[in-house]
């Protein structure tokens, strides 16, 4: 594996967004991505957990290699996952209780967003380095927030806008959902 | 939820079945699952082995969350129902890898991420828990029945119109221009929410029909 940093970087982030072209984290895409506020706090607590169980993931298969047990390497990450997601949650309720109060319910459900799980099980399948899989884990984190801010920001402005009774709700979101995938597309061939 | 957990032993065990089907389908109506929904269905193949796959483990995890529910203790729950699932989800990742690689790599990490499907970890939470383990296999059956035909919906019209197959076999003339868009990710959204109105268009329909008869 010789890609450079930069590329990794820019790849997680804008060409294969997490969001938009792998359909990873949709679950709070949809559903979080109401209110920009909350849209830019809730990518902050993903990257950070991105980032800690990137890192983690790390070590485990450097365990799973060393003791010879692939099998249970799905299990050893959802595990590590849930722990470090009670971790973040303790650590915002002890230092800033109203972001604690702000976050509600979508906190203790990052354990169960997809792209958390998807970036570790993708930096093992392409063997990134340590120090590569934190360049990935950043990027990957950064598009998450990307995308879930700019859709916070159309939907607060579609808010507003007069839309069909039948179109409203789940497939209004698809469709603008659709559109900025389409948009994302542009992005193909940067830093390759 | 609150259906479920209203539900007594009153109501016929085959209602769980049904009601997965098209009354609560998971994608339809409660919008659930859907990283897998959108990124696999680009054919009707992968839609098919998907829905199959994610349908075994929600069995599974249903019979088994439903028979060792008097045993787990509250505060664990959902850390050992993850557990359960996971280790569903190693079996089928490994028998899938063994059945056809050809597959397993056109899924991808898509089968590892069955785990943190919310379906699963939901109807486990929400019905299976509370459940006898007939009513939860029902339930699982159900639910499982109606996710993989809500992922045919999605893979067959992806299909059709973005290379004019199904199933891999030609079915559209060959002067068929290919929507490539179609197999594209944002085609996913497309067709999603194309069929998200279909799906609210029919029910509004439905409860039309059923006010009229009320008056």
């Known amino acids: 594996m010789s890609e450079s940093l930069a590329s990794i970087f820019l790849s997680a982030a804008l060409v294969n967004n997490f969001v938009l072209a792998w359909f990873l984290g949709i679950c709070p895409f949809l559903g979080v991505s109401g209110r920009l506020s909350t849209a830019v706090r809730m990518g902050g607590a993903v990257t950070f957990v991105m980032v800690v169980s990137s890192t983690c993931a790390t070590g485990i298969n450097m365990v799973l290699a060393a003791i010879d047990a692939p099998y249970l390497r799905l299990i050893s990450f959802i595990a590590v996952i849930a722990s470090t997601v009670q971790l973040v949650e303790m650590f915002i309720k002890k230092v800033s209780p109203t972001l604690f109060r702000q976050l509600g319910i979508f906190l203790p459900l990052i354990t169960t967003n997809c792209a958390i799980l998807g970036l570790a099980l993708f930096q093992t399948n392409r063997g990134y380095n340590p120090i590569q899989s934190l360049v990935f884990a950043l990027g990957a984190g950064a598009g998450f927030t990307l995308a879930l801010v700019l859709m916070a920001g159309i939907r607060e402005k579609l808010d507003l806008a007069e839309v069909p009774q039948l179109v409203r709700g789940t497939a209004a979101t698809l469709f603008v959902a659709g559109l900025l995938s389409v948009a994302f597309m542009g992005f193909a061939g940067l830093g390759s | ?215």
């Open chain 2, 1 to 215: 939820m609150s259906v479920d957990r209203a539900a007594t032993p009153t109501t016929p065990s085959t209602d769980e079945f049904i009601k997965g089907l098209w009354r609560e389908n998971p994608v339809f109506v409660q919008v659930l699952g859907m990283c897998p929904v959108l990124a696999v269905t680009n054919t009707a193949r992968n839609a098919l082995a998907m829905g199959l796959a994610t349908m075994f483990v929600l069995v599974g995890s249903n019979v088994v969350v439903s028979a060792i529910r008097r045993f787990v203790p509250k505060q664990v729950r959902i850390v050992t129902y993850i557990l359960v699932i996971a280790t569903l989800v190693t079996i089928v990742d490994y028998s899938i890898a063994a059945l056809s690689l050809e597959l397993h790599k056109a899924l991808g990490a898509f089968i590892s991420l069955i785990v943190v499907n919310c379906v699963i970890l939901g109807r486990a939470e929400a019905f299976a828990s509370k459940n006898g383990l007939w009513r939860s296999f029902l339930d699982g059956l159900g639910m499982g029945l109606g996710f993989t035909f809500a992922l045919l919906c999605l893979g067959a019209v992806r299909e059709l119109f973005g290379m004019g197959t199904l199933f891999g076999a030609a079915v559209l003339p060959a002067a068929w221009q290919d929507w490539v868009i179609m197999i594209l990710p944002s085609g996913g959204f497309f067709t999603l929410a194309g069929w998200v109105l279909v799906v609210n268009r029919i029910n509004q329909g439905r409860a039309r029909r059923k006010d009229a008869e009320a008056a």
